[in-house]
């Protein structure tokens, strides 16, 4: 998985990313900006993955740009070395604990 992460990483500096709809209509109700969501898939934390998501493989990332946990689904094609914004939000007590890493069980 740390080569996904790796990849992510590369697509974001050589500024390879693909922005849906999904996720820009969310960044807007959320106000997220795009800088923010950067930062988070140049610097996040390998929260999740899913290496089973189709068309890619996918992972959740977490990082605190301006101090605020935010979370970031991406996905990468490795054909094209483009990275996928899935969607990003704020996590929440509600489905997650304290560390806003780990995913309550209730």
């Known amino acids: 998985m740390g080569d996904l992460i ?16 999904h996720v820009l209509e969310r960044m807007v109700a959320r106000r ?3 800088e923010d969501v950067i930062y988070v898939l140049s610097n996040g934390e390998l929260i999740e993955d ?9 992972c959740l990332l977490m990082a605190a740009p301006d101090q605020q946990p935010l979370h970031v689904v991406a996905a990468f094609d490795p054909h094209t070395t483009t990275v996928f914004v899935v969607t990003v939000y ?3 007590l509600d489905h997650f604990e304290e560390d806003r890493q780990t995913r309550r069980r209730d």
Do not use: L, M
């Open 90 to 92: 704020e996590p929440d």
């Open 32 to 34: 997220v900006s795009r």
């Open 50 to 58: 899913y290496p089973n998501d189709r068309p890619f493989p996918s």
């Open 6 to 21: 790796q990849d992510i990483r590369n697509a974001t500096a050589e500024r390879k990313i693909q922005w849906g709809q």
